[in-house]
């Protein structure tokens, strides 16, 4: 039942708040919001000790859930971490060490090429493997087949596009993040305790940005005749980039690239001109005076700028660059929160060129073939 919105996916972009706010509830309990609970994946310890390295596999959206985890497991715990399209992973015969923890995410569990690579790394079985299914379907077939089980709480997701179940992974990658970087004693209990009490204020951070509709809104006017659009994000940002392309093409039919902003100038700012809007996702982490760097680059070819950033950054709107001010979180859980304006804007330049967004054309929900 879709209730007072217009389309599921609007509704579960709403729901964001509470999904994420869940699925950390089984990590931490609100009363001891400092340590995470003693029987959070505690079956499991002496399984996730063990492991020297991570390979993330999973498709579209969920592999850029994976895409931020890395950055996550490599600076907080300094664990390798590796992510891949499972398309691709399950052809290339790829050498997956001993030791490795494999996590696939997915939201519905039921991803023929995700199934497909776990099974083919199961065959080769290297000692010491360890499956993870990171999954919105507690009775599919990944969860079945993976040694742990680490749900997202985001209830059932309708729209073809997905928004709760990307930002409920990244809050678990996250919390798995802590588990591995506390069994293995990979970090310290300030570090630990300081990001699970920022966890704590995600929910608070979430709602706030859905206020962000309305300039959203306004903003999404000046795509409705635009053929393509490149979207920029540099470090934890980069995959949300990635992310924003995806839902843009995929329910408003507008041609959208994510970029690394570092590689600008390496092809893609020879596309920029006046008919050129490039999305940025600006918050003020220790990215940000490279980011305007490129910013600038782009002004200066006459790209219309349209930028996701914090007030703390003193952005502000000029001739050729609108700006919307996303609520302050810090860097590491940035990505969790510069999800929603992404997801927004995708949304309402879709309803204005009048897409099926809960269904867009060609797509399927579930991807059980190749
Ligand atoms: O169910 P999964 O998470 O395995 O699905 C993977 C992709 O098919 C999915 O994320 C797809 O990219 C979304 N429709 C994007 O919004």
Known sequence: DKGEFRHYMLKEIYEQPDAVARTIEMAVDSDAPSKLRDDFLQRHEALLKGIKQVQVIACGTSYHAGLVAKYWFESLTRVPCS??????????????VDNTLVICISQSGETAD???????????????????????????????????????????EIGVASTKAFTTQLAALMLLVLKVGAVQA????????????????????????????????????????????????????FP??????????????????????GELKHGPLALVDKDMPIVVLAPKDSMFDKLKANMQEVHARH??????????????????????YVPEVCETLAPIVYSIPVQLLSYHVAVMRGTDVDQPRNLAKSVTVE
Do not use: W
Not at 189 to 209: I, N, V, Y
């Open 83 to 96: 992510v891949e399209v499972a398309s691709e992973f399950r052809y290339r015969n790829p050498v997956v």
């Open 114 to 156: 995700t199934l497909s690579a776990l099974r083919d790394i199961q065959k080769h079985t290297p000692a010491g493997l360890v499956s993870l299914a990171l999954c919105n379907v507690p009775t599919s077939s990944l969860v079945r087949e993976t040694d742990i089980f680490l749900p997202t709480l985001a209830g059932p």
């Open 186 to 237: 990979r970090m310290t209990d300030e570090k630990l305790s300081t990001l699970l009490e920022k966890l704590q204020a995600l929910r608070g951070q979430l709602h706030a940005s859905l206020h962000l509709d309305a300039p959203i809104k306004v903003m999404s006017e000046h795509f409705e005749y635009k053929k393509s659009c490149l979207f920029l994000g540099r470090g934890l940002q």
């Open 240 to 261: 949300i980039a990635l992310e924003g392309a995806l839902k843009l093409k995929e329910i408003s039919y507008i041609h959208a690239e994510g970029y690394a902003a």
């Open 303 to 324: 790209g219309e700028l349209f930028v996701f950033a914090s007030e703390e950054s003193k952005m502000v709107a000029e001739d050729r660059m609108h700006v919307v």
